[in-house]
């Protein structure tokens, strides 16, 4: 089992920066492709963001990249979502996820969102204009 944990979250400007954060439980934490989801009032979750096992290997969603830089540290079992320029409709509740499969790239969870092992209680990011 994997316990996540996400913080960061808050209110900032357009155009401005936050960091993400998702603090892990459990020893495979560091086998696991780990992402980020986000959802908007009214939408459904969409995927943002994921890395692999090892780091190695990231995707993007195409409304994100060159802005957010995803990141882990697996010897302290925490993973980072760095966001910048930031837009108003980045605005949304931000889940990190784990993948239940071990040594997996991140293609799965960019596929498979209702296919998500583990989640995060999320984290409220609000960007004004």
């Known amino acids: 089992q994997v316990q996540l944990v996400e913080s960061g979250g808050g209110l900032v400007q357009a155009g401005g920066s936050l960091r993400l954060s998702c603090a892990a439980s459990g020893r495979t934490f560091s086998s696991f492709a780990v992402g980020w989801f986000r959802q908007a009032p009214g939408k459904e979750r969409e995927f943002v963001a994921a890395?692999?096992?090892?780091?190695?290997?990231?995707l993007y969603a195409d409304s994100v990249k060159g802005r957010f830089t995803i990141s882990r540290d697996n010897a302290n079992n925490t993973m980072y979502l760095q966001m910048s320029s930031l837009k108003p409709e980045d605005t949304a509740v931000y889940y990190c996820?784990?993948?239940?499969?071990?040594?997996?790239?991140?293609?799965?969870?960019?596929?498979?969102?209702?296919?998500?092992?583990?989640w995060g209680q999320g984290t409220q990011v609000t960007v004004s204009s």
């Open positions: 996820a784990a993948d239940g499969a071990h040594y997996r790239g991140p293609t799965f969870l960019r596929d498979n969102t209702r296919g998500v092992a583990f």
């Open positions: 890395i692999s096992w090892g780091g190695k290997s990231t």
